[in-house]
């Protein structure tokens, strides 16, 4: 039975609908989870206080769920997006987007249930703090969705971007590879960032007068843990927007792919381990704010080496586009 | 429970109140779909706000499978709800959709803005 291209576009975003979606709520439901379970241990230690708890964790799920929210609206725009001129390029292009979406939310969704679930327990112990462990989960749990809000950009792009000149081969391989390198390296700073914003919230609550340090050294460690899905987000720009020459050869197409792949996969080590440093140096400046300085110069370095694998993915897959 | 509605009322009636003003700004400049599109995105972000806030205390177990369980299937079911307006706005042309998913976020933009504005004021009291 042959399928007109029509029919291919619809089963391409139709499916990446459904991947969307369905990944994209599992992020949100394990953050949200963890903010449940860590607000019900907060509850039972100081049962007068559980207003303020539930307070504290639906005004940080509503932040929370956002990352799933973005993937809500790609999923709605792929299952009734009017394709004019329907290719099967375009096909790829919503396939794409689909995964892209998808795996973008995982990580944003976890890591913004770290902030929410700490900033519960620290009610409990710095009842006097719940005003700034509130702002400090707020803040920490917004810079978890950044690369929740990388990823939807390039769906968007995918989406709206008029690849109908493009030869089908290379380029389905390209745009398929675009969606899985922003996706993917996503996981790793969404969850990396949360980690850093979690112990911000615990060090407000152990050491109250440490908090100005405590909220810098969490901003520059998350901000250096979003540097792997920037590096996706690069690769991705490249993958979509420069032209590749048609061929029949599929090893071309072949090393596209594995372009998105190697830096998507690439990325997600890197964005914990980062998200790791921070969270150390975080906890400890807390603990000793006159070492705050040499804490931050330690997580930094940490985060440079770490860093490194994910640039040797990107230089990888520097190599895959432009020399292979 | 009294602390949550305090905030669902709070962050509600802050939301619709500000998409009302800026949608009659934008029917007055001339834009009616992006006033109903911000509108009906902010009515579903305030239900689901207030969804959110009346299954929490079913959320809320000691074991964290379960809250993870509980978690997965309440937030389906307000995606569900979500998902109205903006297929609404998709299919219907009187309906902006951008600032239908503008409208979505109302309730998180507000939240977000409250306390880092909370936190520039505080911080400015305490400079001066």
Known sequence: ?324 | MEAIRDTQKRYGSAAMALAIFAGLFFIIAGYKPIAKGLILGTLFSVLNFVLMGETLALRVSPSRARSSVLSMGTAMFRYLLLALPLIVAVRNDTFDLVSTVIGIFMIQLLVLGDHVAGALVSRRKRDD
Not at chain 1, 59 to 73: C, D, M, P, Y
Not at chain 1, 161 to 174: E, I
Not at chain 1, 214 to 221: C, K, N
Not at chain 1, 303 to 319: D, G, K, P
Request: aromatic fraction near 6%.
């Open chain 1, 1 to 324: 039975m042959a399928y007109d291209i029509s029919t291919w576009v619809n089963l391409a975003a139709f499916t990446g609908a459904g991947i969307a979606m369905g990944l994209g709520a599992v992020g949100a439901a394990i953050g949200e989870g963890y903010t449940a379970s860590e607000a019900s241990v907060a509850v039972s230690r100081n049962t007068k206080l559980s207003g303020d708890v539930f307070k504290s964790m639906l005004v940080g799920q509503a932040v929370a769920e956002s990352a799933s929210i973005f993937a809500l609206v790609i999923a709605i725009l792929l299952l009734f997006l009017d394709v004019p001129n329907p290719t099967l390029v375009k096909g790829a292009a919503l396939f794409g987007a689909g995964l892209c979406m998808g795996f973008g939310a995982i990580g944003s969704g976890v890591g913004s249930g770290f902030p929410g679930g700490q900033a519960c327990r620290g009610m409990v112990h710095q009842p006097a703090m719940a005003s700034r462990l509130t702002t400090n989960m707020l803040i920490g749990s917004a810079v978890c969705q950044t690369p929740a809000i990388f990823a939807m950009v390039v769906a968007l792009i995918l989406m709206f971007v008029d690849f109908s000149s493009a030869p089908l081969q290379p380029t389905w391989a390209a745009l398929l590879g675009a969606g899985v390198s922003t996706g993917l390296a996503a996981i790793g700073s969404g969850i990396g960032g949360g980690l850093a914003a979690g112990a911000s919230c615990e060090g407000v609550a152990r050491s109250p007068e440490a908090v100005g340090p405590v909220t810098t050294t969490m901003l520059v460690g998350q901000a250096v843990s979003q540097t792997p899905s920037i590096f996706g987000l690069l690769i991705s720009f490249v993958l979509v927007f420069k032209t590749f020459p048609e061929t029949a050869a599929l090893q071309t197409a072949m090393a596209l792919l594995g372009a998105g792949l190697c830096m998507g996969f690439g990325g997600i080590g890197p964005g914990i381990g980062n998200g790791m440093a921070a969270e150390g140096a975080v906890r400890w400046v807390a603990r000793r704010v006159d070492h705050a300085g040499d804490l931050m110069r330690t997580m930094l370095v940490g985060q440079a080496v770490s860093q490194s694998t994910a640039i040797y993915a990107m230089v990888i897959s520097l190599v895959l586009i432009f020399v292979v």
